[in-house]
């Protein structure tokens, strides 16, 4: 046992009081001069011992009272989180996606609050605590002293709920450091999360080498928050079945739906529309999901206008309402531009090796003149820097670029900065590159790589098992599109790579090579893939998936570009706009989806002014842009962002056990489960109320016993 | 003196003249008076039949009784007298408790005071002797029976001009009034009234002894007791020192605590005297000196004048 507050226990000396006014009575009585004394020694002599008993009792419960107020007052304690003597705390928050799900009326993230102000408001005087919020990044607010109750309250206030994802081996690696220079004899970190199982699987094997590496002298304590989830709903993404979405055009949107819970949820509506508030929305019920299940459906969507529009999706209501809907950031096209850049055919001087692609890129739709693409094919010189001004996208396909056949004068200049303020190219590189000699080929190369033949080629098949699982080239993992891997490519090129690469692939070879990659420039992006859709390069063009594989290439690709205005939730939020969009104001600010107001820098260029920001808890939800003060262009949709939450939180919401975080850690430590009303005190194994009850019932008997007695204080 | 008006007091005075002092036992006088004697003669109050002897005067025979008996029986009569009354007035440290106006002491005058008017005005003779530490001689009275009305007169004086005792140091007495009694019951030969008045504050035993021998000796015994409220209630509250006033003992007590025992004890004591004084055939009047005595004075007297007249009917 120790006490909170120890000096109280001087209080204890008070018992003596009742002894000083025992004795001082005593010691000045009231003289009567009396004449039957006979009578009064035998009465007394009858009852003396009854006098002295009682006498004794009364005492005894007046110095108990005296000594338990002490006691009480002192704050006992029993509790292993608190030793004797003050505290070096630290206080981590786990303020993840997942926090926000629902215990009864309260969030997870509030009851830690709750249990976090408590345990402060618990710490023995002189100790001192330090609060950190993570998630997958650390916020250390300042706050030095500790029992200060507005300093604890408003520390706290500064934690609010994110949808970030979990991560909390940075958090504690802080906390370590903070409490390694410390000099406070007892150091421990605090834990307050629902111990959710990403939050410790992220950098796992780096856990018990920190905790290993710790000071034996700092403590480890768990509190968790948060009771089993019997079903979750989430939406893992939804799009447009097509790719291409179309301004008034009534389009099949796919949306992919997964119950991460341990028990089926029914009943489910699924709700997609236009507009945060549901201008326009259509539903569907799925009537059963079980535990664990993912489905896909589909609803039909029509976007009246074109231009950039807000897409929303609910499905379902449970406690973890986070992940019940997205909201996306789509550009609906009246009609989609695309322009081809080819060459003459390899092995067929009658046609382009464009042909096969024009054709698979205009049978996207049943009806071809309705199918919102118009494809323009551009050869040789016919590529001229003014056709890029209607294009959306631009398909090269391994140009002839050699002498007269080559692309016009400032073509590649134009198409350079034309991709690097938010358009993209797809590069189908063939051989005929590396014999560039002309100039204007040759500026080119800052931004296309040079290619080589692949030498010694063995054929090689696309290897449908490795295209990613989710997304848009899922489809060819299975039949029938996944007979795409029997078509042989005996010709490719291999990319000069450079350290200032950073692509990403959509799908291998069989050996291993990139099927087609990704690399980002500045707003814009570039698909390079390292074959010709040509007979020369393999019969991939005569196989039925090709047409298929084409339409997904241009869907992802009209995805992608979609990303930059449906960025991954991120500490750092960026927006990019053409000059010509740019909206009038002197300042800017950004605004969250909860109204909050955060600084935005700009930086401006001749192509494109970009607006920046640093976002210490972003929402997930539409962010706009606005300027300060207000303007009519704030309206303008071109000035928003959807930022995205990552499904990681809502894919596993109950939490680890407490032997699995031992096992982690590689430590046993403290554990404790607040899965109802928060209530720290309660575990602190403080006896003061204890204390009071009695004191109570002592207080009472005595008054009762010192009137019966005929002596009351 | 007590606190009964002056007009009060001579309204009881007058009230207690007209009920009397009855002596409920034969007493000796030497005069005609208003008691009983215990001798039999020829007087005017019939007393019982005899047979005659020769000798008897003829007029006293019953002629009556002889027409329905046809024996010669005379007649006998109660012989009157008057009596001798002894007062005794117990004036012992004892008896100094009280306030001013309302201790025992006072009470105590006061009682002589009246009894012994009464008495004298019946024509009895009345004597009276202060009981009290041999220390203080000047508050030892002793006046010898007499029916003199001057004697009286200074005799009631002496007793009135008597006040209270100063302060006592605490001191160790013996039982003053045992003693007096004893004398009282060895000199007298006469028998006649004994008026204690006295808080009996002594070992009941003794006095007990002392009254019984009183008693065996055909006196009249009349035992006033007078003791304050306080004494008997035991009413105090706090801490209290008490001092004994007749010893060198103290006690330090809480009389809240003790005040259910004292009364007991009380009680019984007040009762075996009350039961002592039936069995002895002694009156025992107990008197509150911080109260008006007349209720309990008047019915006092009153009871044994109804005595009186039933023991003459029987």
Redo the contacts between chains.
């Keep these: 046992m120790h006490f909170l507050v120890p000096w109280m226990l001087f209080g204890a000396l008070s018992a003596g009081i009742p002894v000083a006014l025992h004795l001082l009575r005593k010691s000045k009585p009231t003289v009567v001069r009396w004449a039957p004394m006979e009578f009064l020694r035998k009465s007394l002599k009858e009852t003396s011992k009854k006098i002295r008993l009682r006498d004794l009792i009364l005492l005894l419960l007046r110095m108990t009272i005296l000594i338990l107020t002490a006691l009480a007052l002192a704050r006992p304690s029993t509790l292993s989180l608190f030793g004797s003597g003050p505290v070096d705390a630290v206080i981590l928050i786990d303020n993840s996606q997942s926090m926000s799900t629902l215990e009864g009326q309260t969030s997870r993230l509030d009851m830690a609050l709750t249990s976090a102000k408590q345990l402060l408001g618990n710490l023995p005087t002189g100790s001192k605590a330090r609060i950190i919020s993570l998630t997958d990044h650390t916020v250390e607010l300042s706050y030095n002293n500790s029992n200060e109750s507005d300093a604890i309250a408003s520390a706290l206030l500064q934690i609010k709920p994110t949808d970030r994802s979990s991560n909390f081996y940075q958090g504690f690696a802080n906390a370590i450091d903070l409490l390694k220079t410390s000099s406070f004899s007892q150091r421990k970190i605090f834990f307050f999360s629902d111990m959710q199982r990403p939050g410790w699987q992220n950098e796992s094997s780096s856990f018990k080498t920190l905790v290993q590496n710790m000071p034996s002298s700092i403590s480890i304590h768990m509190i968790r928050h948060g009771s089993d989830v019997d079903s979750n709903i989430q939406i893992l993404d939804f799009q447009p079945t097509a790719g291409i979405i179309l301004a008034n055009q009534r389009q099949t949107w796919g949306l992919t739906v997964r119950n991460r819970g341990i028990k089926p949820a029914t009943g489910i509506k699924t709700t997609l529309g236009l507009g945060s508030d549901f201008e326009t929305a259509e539903s569907a019920v799925i009537e059963k999901l079980d535990a664990g299940e993912e489905r896909s459906i589909t609803i039909d969507l029509l976007i009246p206008e074109d231009g950039h529009q807000i897409v929303k999706v609910v499905a379902g209501n449970d406690r973890f309402s986070r992940d019940n809907q997205k909201e996306k950031i789509v550009l609906a096209r009246k009609k989609l531009q695309v322009l081809i850049v080819g060459a003459k055919s390899e092995i067929d001087a009658n046609r382009d090796n464009t042909f096969f692609l024009y054709h698979a890129l205009r049978s996207g739709s049943s009806d071809s003149s309705n199918s919102g693409i118009e494809v323009k094919v551009a050869s040789g010189r016919g590529a001229t820097p003014d056709t890029l001004d209607e294009t959306d996208i631009v398909f090269m396909v391994d140009p002839m670029l050699a002498g007269s056949d080559s692309v016009s004068d400032g073509f590649m200049e134009k198409l350079e900065n034309w991709v690097s303020v938010g358009n993209t190219l797809v590069y189908f590189a063939g051989s005929n590159y590396a014999a560039v000699s002309d100039s204007n080929i040759k500026n080119a190369g800052k931004f296309l790589p040079t290619t080589n033949p692949t030498p010694n080629l063995v054929p090689s098949t696309i290897a449908t098992e490795n295209f990613p699982p989710v997304g848009w080239f899922n489809r060819f993992r299975s039949a029938p599109l996944n007979l795409i891997n029997q078509s042989e490519f005996r010709k490719r090129v291999t990319f000069e790579t450079s350290k200032d690469y950073q692509t990403s692939a959509l799908g291998y070879f069989s050996d291993n090579q990139p099927l087609a990659e990704m690399k980002q420039l500045r707003a814009g992006f570039i698909t390079l893939l390292p074959w010709v859709p040509d007979l020369s390069y393999s019969d991939l063009p005569l196989r039925p998936s090709f047409v298929p594989f084409i339409q997904t290439l241009l869907s992802r690709i009209l995805d992608t570009l979609n990303d930059a205005k449906n960025p991954l939730i991120s500490r750092e939020m960026s927006l990019r706009l053409q000059p010509q969009d740019l909206i009038g104001g002197e300042k800017y600010k950004w605004v969250s989806p909860t109204g909050t107001a955060l600084a935005a820098s700009m930086e401006k260029s001749v192509d494109e002014v970009v607006f920046r920001g640093e976002f210490l808890t972003p929402d997930a939800g539409i962010w706009k842009l606005e300027t300060s003060p207000p303007s009519n262009s704030n309206t303008n949709t071109k000035n928003l962002i959807a930022v995205q939450a990552s499904n990681e939180e809502g894919a596993e919401l109950n939490p680890l056990q407490e032997s699995e975080i031992d096992e982690i850690l590689g430590k046993n430590v403290s554990h404790q489960n607040n899965t109802g009303e928060a209530s720290i005190t309660g575990s602190t194994g403080e006896l003061t109320n204890l204390l009071l009850y009695l004191l109570l019932l002592f207080f009472v008997f005595e008054m009762f016993f010192a009137w019966w007695c005929g002596q009351p204080l | 003196m007590n606190e009964i008006p002056a007009h009060n007091q001579a309204k009881l005075l007058e009230q207690a003249k007209y009920l009397g002092l009855r002596a409920l036992t034969l007493v000796e006088g030497l005069r005609v008076g208003d008691q009983k004697s215990p001798t039999r003669g020829f007087s005017v109050e019939f007393a019982q039949h005899r047979e005659y002897v020769p000798g008897d005067d003829l007029r006293h025979i019953d002629w009556r009784g002889y027409a329905r008996t046809e024996k010669y029986i005379v007649k006998q009569y109660e012989q009157e007298t008057n009596y001798t009354a002894h007062v005794l007035l117990d004036l012992s440290?004892?008896?100094?408790?009280g306030a001013a106006g309302k201790s025992k002491h006072e009470m105590a005058q006061l009682l002589a005071t009246v009894l012994c008017q009464i008495a004298a005005s019946q024509g009895d003779a009345v004597g009276l002797k202060t009981v009290d530490n041999p220390a203080y001689p000047e508050r030892l009275l002793s006046f010898t029976p007499s029916t003199k009305s001057n004697r009286l007169k200074i005799l009631l004086n002496q007793i009135t001009a008597l006040v209270p005792g100063p302060?006592r140091e605490q001191e160790n007495t013996p039982p003053l009034l045992s003693t007096a009694l004893r004398q009282i019951s060895e000199r007298q030969i006469r028998k006649g009234m004994v008026i204690v008045i006295s808080?009996f504050?002594e070992p009941w035993p003794l006095l007990l002894k002392e009254i019984f021998e009183i008693r065996a000796r055909g006196h009249d015994l009349l035992l006033v007791q007078v003791l304050h409220s306080d004494?008997i209630d035991f009413p105090?509250e706090?801490?209290?020192?008490?001092?004994?006033?007749?010893?060198s003992?103290s006690?330090?007590?809480?009389p809240?605590?003790?005040r259910t025992?004292?009364q007991?004890?009380?009680k019984t004591?007040l009762d075996e005297i009350d039961v002592s004084c039936t069995r002895l055939q002694a009156t025992h009047l107990l008197i509150r000196s911080d109260k008006p005595p007349e209720d309990e004075l008047l019915k006092m007297l009153a009871l044994r004048l109804m005595k009186k007249r039933v023991a003459k009917i029987q």
């Design positions: 440290g004892s008896m100094s408790y302060e808080d504050l004494e105090m706090g801490q209290i020192l008490f001092e004994d006033l007749e010893s003992g006690l330090v007590t809480r809240q605590l003790l025992a004292y007991k004890e009380i004591w």
